[in-house]
């Protein structure tokens, strides 16, 4: 007797349908896995043994083939058990009802017969959605995540014997319709106009003493996801500054948790963990290029994924390789990052804000009092460690100058007043500016999101905001993609005002904020 049973596996940030299909022939007992499958699969055949002995439910003593389908597909998912184990149930009449094809099965199985959480639940969920699954049965450890995605059927299963009673209709399972997504966001502070902030104990824009010019800039960065270069001495605040970021970013909407939670799962060994704050990813610099870009021989994603929705945060940018940095071409442009392998090609979203920091020079104390001890060519090499092309993809530049020592120990405003801290009210402008984005652009769209054609339609620029940038374009030779962003970021500056219009000095700002060519660095 043959059976078939559904499941899904993860590719990438996606998944596929897998067709576990289960026939019982009177050769001697074994069970035989076959379909492309690695080992992790391959030792679901001792899993299923115990958890079929210890839950006292009869393994047919026969042998037992379990083709994955399609076989030309890699398998390297342990969520395959539970599948399997109703296969064999449904196939040696243990279980007599029919497995409705609108039917998944997901889920790892121990020894003990309980149920494991397993990687990407919401991934693969989204998967059987989108092939007219509507009813999945999960283990319960993953059902705080799988709540998340809206519209499907959840039958959360505690172990093997639940199972089997669920599905004889002996003791039948809770099941749970999520409809809209069972999602309740964190109560926000600053939209419920409390004090403080989603990350009051993290750094806020107050704590750090003027810098004026770079607050700005991180205010706009974060408005419209603009990414942001910081240069200047050792010791003037830049790694705050991009620390003091998160403080100023809008919470993550429904669908975004959703995303982001879905990448984190695939990444960490935390399956029921929910994302509900935006990342802020700062890897080493001496991290690996497969660690920040994703792979590995079971394709994960990198910092750049695990950025998704959040801040990516080179700190000491020229120390990264050569390898590294170009790699974010891809990703700073389109917003995705593939991945590819001999086995196959996948793609992970990497759409994040790159916040970068830099020394002027190897000592870091180029152009200030201190004096710097750096050789010319010394100077010259780590000022070109990153290519033009990397830096044709950042919309904004700021200096970070030293601060007058006598205004370090100025004593803070209290945390505890109104109108305490500096983040507050830049976070305000930023939710307000990204609802007229999202109202321009659809959902979860931001201005650095915007196509040519989109600038042309929507950006609205003054015929005087026209004027001033082709000057600058011809005076500085901008290049076409510089010549656009600089349109997105002059975009973002108006829509802080709340001005339907870019004008010339939306422009100026924008321009004064681009970052500077060779050319003009060493003028």
Known sequence: MSVQVQSITSTGASGIIVDIECHLSNNLPNIIIVGFANKAVNEARERIRGAFATSRIMLPRKRVIINLAPADVPKADSGFDLAIAVAILVASDQVRVEVPASAAFIGELGLDGNTRAVRGIIGKILVGRARGINTFYVPAANLKQAQLVPDVVL??????????????????????????????????????????????????????????????????????????????????????????????????????????????????????????????????????????????????????SLAHRGILFFDEFPEFSRTTLESLRQPLEDRIISVSRATGSVEFPANFILVATANPCPCGYYGTPSGCHCAAAQKFNYQNRFSGPIMDRIDLSCDVHEIDHTLLLAQPVSRSSPGDTDSQAARKRIIQARKLQSDRLGPSRLNTDMSNLEIKQLARLEPDAIESLNNAARTYALSARAYMRTIKVARTIADLEASPTIYKTHMSEALALRPKSRQEKHA
């Open 155 to 304: 039958v959360p299963i505690q172990d093997l014997a639940e199972l089997f009673c669920h599905l004889n209709a002996t003791i039948p399972v809770q099941t749970v319709h999520t409809r809209d997504g069972k999602y309740t966001p964190a109560a926000d502070p600053v939209l419920a106009g409390e004090h403080g902030s989603s990350k009051a104990e993290g750094v806020q824009l107050g704590d750090i003493v003027g810098q004026l010019l770079a607050k700005r800039a991180l205010e706009i960065a974060a408005a419209g996801g603009h990414n942001i270069l910081l240069s200047g001495p050792p010791g003037t605040g830049k790694s705050m500054l991009a620390k003091a970021m998160p403080s100023i970013l809008p919470p993550l909407n429904r669908e975004e948790v959703l995303e982001v939670t879905h990448l984190h799962s695939l990444a960490s060994h935390d399956y029921e963990q929910i994302i509900s704050q935006r990342p802020f990813r700062a890897p080493h610099h001496g991290a690996s290029t497969v660690a920040v870009t994703g792979g590995g021989s079971n394709v994960r994603p990198g910092e750049l």
